[in-house]
């Protein structure tokens, strides 16, 4: 036995190294034979440490005196007592010993490794057994919790509806309490809820949009063509109903208001356009000018050249002036003796023009006569309408003749359709004059070549196949078989010859003859009817453009009129009137050619008409009657024929308007270098204008009818006598005298520039102007609540910006250009006078009969969306025109250089006669000549009684005339050729001078004036006048 201070020390040594946390130390000093532990294992050291001071931390947590002493029990049950500093003991307890709290005894010491190493040894055996032990337990706990579970399992069985209440209860319980809860804590937070679902909804929105977006980035092609369908769909829809619709709603016109804005271009362009309506209107009055020039100096080169005849009339009768021939002298100077309509007078001048202007007028206002047709029985329409075609338009030969009788033809259609035809079957059945007028002048003088290039060769195929048997009468290919049997045998047929038709079919062989005929009359109509369909475009087109209006008025007139009816009508204008005579006899139309002698066959004729027949029903879509199978078939051939021929009577409908056709338009007129001239027998002059006097009343409703007032100026219908001057045969109409003809060169009398606005059309401007900047700044659905509700701020705000942006536009518009005043005054209004001025201006357009009430807001705007319409159509048609314009304008400075140029020659060649009459006579004998030039004086002088016993002095006012031997005239050649100044004397003292025109004195004469006034005293006579100065100054 160890002595106890030797213990003491171990164990003091064990705590020490606990305590300094030193695994090795520790297991050395436990190891120690002082300690006589038992069980200690290496493997077990750091489990020793840890359990030991955790036992030591403990002991001080719970209290550490730090006492130097301890009492150490050993194993005999004495107390040894050890001082741990002094590593000094005693068997005696010391005084004022108290024990230190934080030793670990040796006992205690000894349990903890013998529990630490009895662990560790019976891990390493269930560590040997764990697979053993592992399955054994999991055996034992399965048999376990299966038995608890069948016993739970019976409990609950037995115990269901308790314990679904029970559940139930304390579902409800639990959801309340927690929904209690959460409803207290978002009460408590309701800021905080806010904001974070605030930020939650604006993060899944953001995050949906973000998404959203990626998607149409990658999709944009997509994107933008959806879009635009989408809103063009909605476009096409709302222009739509502002098209079609009868009362657009306000909020579609409101929508497309924008498109009457003016831009700058538009603007521009109608500057533009004002400019070179100038320009052309300037042209043509300069043109006038030079054409009034050029009439003015073609009747001063007719007086030059008549008064040179009637000089040398006169000198060779009268080679001496004496007092018993002046009379004489006189009448045969007087140019109103001239014979004929063109004589050189003022009355027959007047005359001339007036029927110049009168064939002029009937020409370019095709209702005149298409009244008079109308109005003249059917027995002299056809003569005169040859007279009109060939006289009047020159058979239509130029582009402006055919577009005028066109114009006429049409206008003629017209009001026969809205004057006389009640149905639209009349048409076919009444034989309309105007139809009959204008097919007979295509088909024979202008559309002869186009039906023969179309039918012609369709036709001469059909008549040179001879062999062809188009018979489908059941009795006539029965007769034709037996006929042909008969002469084939030379026996007589035991077939009786007179049988019924439903016999006649009974033969086998008489149905394979009209089956044979069938197909071949269907072959033979098909390709004359492919000859028609296939030129379509060799048709005139002036027949084509009437039965476009024919379609056309028909439908106006009669609006219930189906499609089908009315193309029947076109179709009997088109075939039945105009071709179907040219197929049924080609040669009397010079459709085909014939040698001289030859004629059809019978069964040529028959052959062509049973085609014609086939075309006439196929076009009006008309069956035959019968019952046969034969009819039954040739009835399916024309329903299926007819739509062919319907198709091509719309494309014959297709055609442009005549203006773009012929190129015609407002200046065209203006434009022509050449004026029109027609030549016309005097009989068809007189004729018309009697005829135009006859229905004057119904002609020229007005007094201020152009119509009326040439007829005024020419007065009754003139005598043959006074036309063509002659009076032997005056009284016989059937003279060679009545059937010369007359050119008239036609010319207008009337300004095409001179119009005025209805104060009604600048009413009606004014008030949709205001309506426009009214519903602009209004939303509402009606008119008529926008006009009676009051203006709010906002609304007057936005009316005032937009008056402000057009008042700039206004400013930047060109002046000619500018608003009417009273339209810029309106735009200076409020909103609320607008509205006031608006009814005011419905109450007077009704009062005026522009509106009808009750509807006129109604009206009104469908006025608006009609100009919305338009307007594009004008922006396009500006556009035209400006073209155009340019056009004209080019070819009116051709025309004033080609006149210039005219007038420029004229001018010479008066100069030039005046100079050859003023040279003197030549001689072969040039000495005679140069002393005759020696003795001529240069001036006459004569005394005012000389001219007076002449003639050629009448008076001098305020002048006796026995002092007319003091004073004398001194003439004198002027300065300028055809010119003579004249200078008067008193008693050798110079009084006045007056300066003559030759030409002055022949534009008298030519107007009848005998008497003329020089020096605003003395009177002298014109005529002896003129012969006095081609006497001395011009050769004869």
């Known amino acids: ?63 550490d005196n730090r006492s130097p002493w301890v009492k150490v029990r ?32 040796h006992h205690e010491i000894q349990e903890v490794v013998s529990r630490t190493s009895s662990s560790y040894s019976c891990g390493l055996l269930w560590k ?7 399955a054994l337990q999991a055996r034992c706990r399965g048999f376990l919790i299966r038995q608890q579970l069948e016993a739970r399992h019976r409990y609950l069985i037995s115990q269901t509806p308790a314990v679904i209440i029970i559940q139930a209860h304390w579902r ?116 006038r000018q030079l054409e009034a020039d050029l009439d003015l100096m073609d009747l001063k080169i007719g007086l030059l050249v008549r008064n040179r005849a009637t000089l040398q009339e006169v000198v060779s009768h009268c080679k001496k002036l004496t007092k018993k021939n002046k009379e004489q002298l006189a009448d045969m100077m007087d140019v109103e003796r001239s014979k004929g309509l063109k004589g050189l007078s003022r009355q027959r001048r007047e005359r001339l023009e007036a029927y110049q202007h009168l064939f002029y007028l009937l020409q370019t206002q095709p209702s005149y006569l298409a009244q008079v047709i109308f109005l003249m029985p059917q027995s002299r329409s056809t003569s005169f309408m040859e007279m009109l075609v060939f006289s009047l338009f020159n058979y239509g030969s130029d582009r402006r003749d055919a577009f005028l009788l066109l114009q006429l033809f049409t206008e003629a ?58 018979r489908t009468d059941p009795l006539d290919v029965y007769k034709t078989w037996i006929n042909q049997t008969e002469t084939q045998t030379g026996n007589k047929s035991s077939l009786p010859y007179e049988v019924s038709p439903e016999d006649a079919l009974s033969h086998p062989e008489v149905q394979r003859r009209i089956d044979v005929a069938i197909i071949n009359l269907k072959n033979l ?63 009397g139309f010079d459709v085909v050619d014939r040698s001289a002698g030859s004629a059809l066959q019978p069964e040529q004729r028959h052959i062509l008409g049973s085609i014609a027949r086939m075309l006439q029903h196929a076009a009006a879509n008309k069956h035959f009657h019968g019952d046969g199978y034969h009819v039954h078939a040739l009835n399916q051939y024309i329903s299926q024929t007819h739509g062919k021929f319907r198709r091509f009577l719309v494309s014959v409908c297709d055609v442009p308007e005549p203006e773009d056709r012929f190129s015609m338009d407002e200046f065209s007129e203006l434009l022509i270098v050449n004026r029109p001239v027609v030549y016309i027998s005097v009989s068809e002059l007189l004729s018309t204008h009697k005829l135009l006097l006859e229905h004057q009343e119904v002609l020229c409703q007005d007094a201020s ?152 807001e109604n009206q009104i705007l469908q006025m608006i969306s009609k100009d919305i319409r338009q307007h594009r159509l004008h922006r396009q048609r500006r556009g035209a025109e400006l073209q155009k314009l340019r056009q004209t304008l080019g070819r009116l400075q051709e025309k004033s250089s080609f006149h210039s140029e005219q007038v420029d020659y004229y001018r010479h060649y008066i100069t030039s006669c005046l100079d050859n009459l003023t040279t003197s006579s030549k001689s072969t004998n040039r000495k005679a000549a140069d002393s005759k030039a020696r003795k001529r004086p240069a001036a006459l002088s004569y005394s005012a009684a000389r001219l007076q016993e002449k003639g050629v002095l009448l008076e001098i006012q305020d002048l006796p005339s026995t002092q007319f031997k003091n004073v004398v005239f001194d003439i004198v050649p002027g300065p300028e050729r055809g010119s003579f100044n004249i200078k008067a004397r ?25 008497v003329m006034k020089m020096f605003d005293k003395a009177k002298v006579n014109v005529n002896l006048l003129i012969f006095l100065l081609n006497k001395k100054f011009f050769k004869k």
């Open 525 to 587: 109509t098909d390709r004359v009817l492919k000859a028609i369909t296939a030129n379509l475009q060799k048709l005139p087109y002036g027949l084509r453009y009437t039965a476009k209006v024919l379609r056309d008025a028909l439908r106006t007139k009669f609006p219930a009129a189906s499609e089908d009816e009315l193309y029947k009508i076109v179709g009997n204008l088109v075939y039945y009137r105009y071709m179907n005579p040219a197929i049924v006899a080609p040669d």
């Open 128 to 134: 040997s057994s764990q697979s053993l032990i592992v």
């Open 705 to 856: 009818d152009p119509l009326s007032l040439i007829l005024q100026d020419l007065g009754p219908v003139p005598t043959l006598q006074d036309v063509t001057g002659e009076s032997s045969l005056a009284g016989d109409p059937g003279s060679e005298s009545s059937k010369m003809e007359v050119s008239l060169t036609l010319t207008s009398r009337f300004d095409i520039f001179s119009e005025s606005e209805p104060d009604a059309r600048a009413l009606l401007l004014s008030t949709k102007q205001l309506i426009i900047d009214i519903i602009r700044t209004h939303s509402g659905d009606s008119l008529s609540d926008i006009l009676r509700t009051k203006t709010t701020p906002d609304q007057e705000a936005c009316h005032d910006w937009l008056m402000h942006r057009l008042a700039k536009q206004h400013a930047r518009t060109p002046e000619k250009m500018k608003r009417n005043p009273s339209l810029v005054a309106n735009g200076n209004l409020s909103v609320e006078d607008k509205k006031r001025k608006v009814l005011r201006s419905l109450r007077r357009l009704e009062a005026l009969g522009v509106l009808r009430p009750p509807q006129t």
């Open 413 to 470: 259609l017209r009001h026969e359709i809205r004057v006389k035809v009640e149905r639209p079957r009349e048409v076919v059945t009444g034989n309309p004059t105007v139809i009959k007028m204008l097919v007979n002048f295509y088909r024979q003088a202008r559309g002869q070549n186009s039906l023969r290039e179309s039918l012609g060769p369709a036709l001469q195929d059909v008549l040179l196949d001879r062999t062809l048997s188009i």
């Open 986 to 1010: 008193f008693l050798g003292v110079e009084m006045e001078e007056f300066l003559l025109q030759y030409q002055d004195l022949l534009q008298l004469q030519y107007e009848g004036v005998a």
């Open 172 to 287: 409800r319980f639990v959801k309340q309490q927690t929904y209690r809860r959460r409803l207290q804590l978002l009460y408590i937070n309701w800021r905080a809820v806010v904001k974070i679902q605030a930020f939650v909804k604006m993060w899944l929105a953001r995050r949906k949009y973000q998404a959203r977006l990626t998607f149409f980035r990658h999709n944009v092609g997509a994107v933008i063509k959806i879009q635009a369908f989408f809103r063009a769909n909605r476009a096409r829809h709302e222009y739509r109903m502002l098209v079609h619709s009868d009362t657009p709603p306000l909020p579609v016109v409101r929508k497309f208001l924008h498109l009457l804005d003016v831009g700058d271009d538009d603007i521009r362009q109608e500057a533009e356009l004002l400019r070179l309506r100038e320009e052309v209107v300037r042209s043509i009055r300069f043109n």
């Open 74 to 105: 050993l194993q005999d049950g004495t107390f040894y007592y050890f001082h741990l500093n002094r590593l000094e003991g005693s068997w005696e307890r010391p005084p004022h010993f108290t024990h230190n709290t934080g030793f670990i005894h």
């Open 1 to 63: 036995m160890l002595g106890p201070e030797l213990v003491c020390l171990a164990v003091a040594a064990v705590n020490q190294a606990v305590k300094e946390n030193q695994v090795k130390q520790t297991l050395r000093v436990l190891v120690l034979p002082e300690l006589e532990l038992r069980g200690v294992l290496p493997d077990c050291a750091e489990e020793y440490q840890r359990v030991l001071k955790d036992l030591m931390d403990h002991r001080r947590l719970t209290g």
